[in-house]
């Protein structure tokens, strides 16, 4: 054992080279370094010795989940000691008085929404990954989903956080109420800071009760160009779907080529999932009104008639990013996002720029998954990339929507973001991580 970690009490450490080499990357194209271990703490004495020592070795503590992000957030780099919190106590315990539902951040996101659901509760946020990630994997990123459209982010659904601070120490932050106007929100500053600033440790979060109806939608259309005007069209008659997703045509071609049976059978040029948890929403009335809302572009839209229909629409969305990167595995993805209104203007935008992408994603909230299929290491794809993100921020968007910055978009932020706001980032971070140990090296 490295001598300097043989300190570290109540703790599993991981030293086995072959091991370790599954730890050097996420689900991004990013590759770390070798780190020199992996620890795995099983209390808080391992934490308060984790950091005693990274101070005086000058160490990288590099937080992981499971290792489904998408941004290299989790990728070592340097003298790096991975800190892994699948074997942190804590277990998850339920208040239906305050709504509210703390678990440790090792629980998987899957586990957190079964327990609530169990309840007849609902914790909302959905990521891609909800069923493989963790807890605080997702805190750490402000995880996404197709639900944030109509319930927001993970940020919005978060009262209280716990973390592993420079001094050692666990520290509270926030209390179990929607009503803390004590100083300014540290909680959510922690929430979606990819780690940079402490470890997250556990969580309390807000529920809310699991709805009693939902109907899912197929939308065909069969003008692609038609497609963005889409969510405009339901937010302005008063409608905000629990869901709004989409495929272009490149995308919708690809999955019927390569996918399950369900994808070979989608209809449609581009295609459109529609997804409602509004009480009544099933009845024949509501469904009229959607319709009437949409206007001529309802006139092959298909309900799913059962669970398990339903079901087999979000799996062949679910399965959309595995598809393409079986089938393109060099390529380029990002999650740009822009204002439900710039849509068409992205679109048109891109054409303009003659940017080879295909898009799929949250079209309910301009959270769009673009994809450079052909892309190489050469300087074209890389000025592909950057022309997108100018196009998006001309947009009054953001160069990520849900997957954060990491590695992957680090020298893309730093070169496009307001320089103030980057040396305020980096002031925090000296303020509450003098010494540099909590997973410098990423984002700023």
Not at 15 to 41: F, M, Q
Not at 242 to 270: H, M, T, Y
């Amino acid at each position: 054992m490295i001598k300097f970690l043989s300190s570290i009490p109540n703790a599993v450490i991981i030293e086995l080279t072959e091991t370790l080499e599954g730890y050097r990357r996420d689900e991004s194209h990013i590759v770390g370094d070798l780190p020199l271990a992996v620890v795995k703490p099983q209390g808080p004495d391992a934490l308060r010795e984790l950091v005693r020592v990274a101070k005086g070795e000058g160490l990288n503590l590099v937080p992981r989940g499971t290792g489904t992000g998408k941004a290299g957030g989790a990728a070592p780099i340097g003298r790096s000691v991975v800190v892994e919190l699948s074997e942190y106590p804590g277990g998850i315990s339920v208040s239906s008085a305050e709504l509210a539902l703390r678990a440790s951040a090792g629980t998987f996101l899957r586990d957190v929404k079964s327990v609530a659901t169990e309840r007849g509760l609902c914790y909302p946020p959905d990521p891609n990954s909800w069923d493989q990630c963790s807890l605080g994997g997702s805190l750490a990123t402000n995880a996404g989903g197709p639900c944030a459209c109509k319930y927001g982010m993970t940020r919005h659904w978060a009262y209280s956080v716990d973390a592993l601070m420079e001094d050692g120490e666990i520290h509270r932050f926030g209390i179990d109420s929607v009503k803390n106007n004590a100083g300014p929100n540290l909680a959510q500053m922690l929430i979606g800071s990819e780690g940079i600033f402490g470890i997250i440790t556990a969580a309390s979060l807000r529920l809310t009760h699991a709805p009693r109806e939902r109907v899912t939608m197929l939308l065909p259309v069969s003008r692609w160009e038609d497609l963005p005007e889409l969510p405009g069209r339901l937010t302005q008659n008063g409608f905000m779907p629990s869901a709004l997703e989409f495929w272009d045509p490149a995308v919708l071609k690809c999955l019927r080529r390569f996918g399950p049976d369900e994808a070979r059978r989608l209809p449609g040029e581009a295609l459109a999932i529609i997804e409602f948890d509004d009480a009544g929403c099933a009845s024949e009335v509501f469904l009229n009104m959607v319709m009437e809302a949409i206007g001529s572009m309802a006139e092959s839209i298909r309900v799913a008639s059962s669970v398990r229909q339903r079901e087999a629409i979000w799996d062949v969305r679910r399965q959309t990013s595995v598809i393409l990167k079986e089938q393109f595995p060099n390529k380029i993805s990002e999650d740009v996002a822009v204002p439900r209104s710039k849509i068409r203007a992205f679109f048109e935008g891109a054409e303009k720029l003659k940017l080879p992408i295909v898009t799929y994603g949250h079209l309910g909230d301009g959270n769009l998954h673009v994809n450079l299929l052909f892309a190489d290491k050469s300087g074209d794809a890389e000025r592909n990339v950057i022309s997108l993100f100018r196009l998006v921020l001309e947009l009054g968007g953001t160069l990520t929507g849900e997957h954060g910055i990491g590695l992957a978009k680090r020298d893309a932020f730093l070169m496009l973001t307001d320089p103030w706001r980057i040396e305020a980032i980096r002031g925090i971070k000296k303020a509450l991580d003098p010494h540099g140990i909590f997973n410098s090296g990423k984002v700023v």
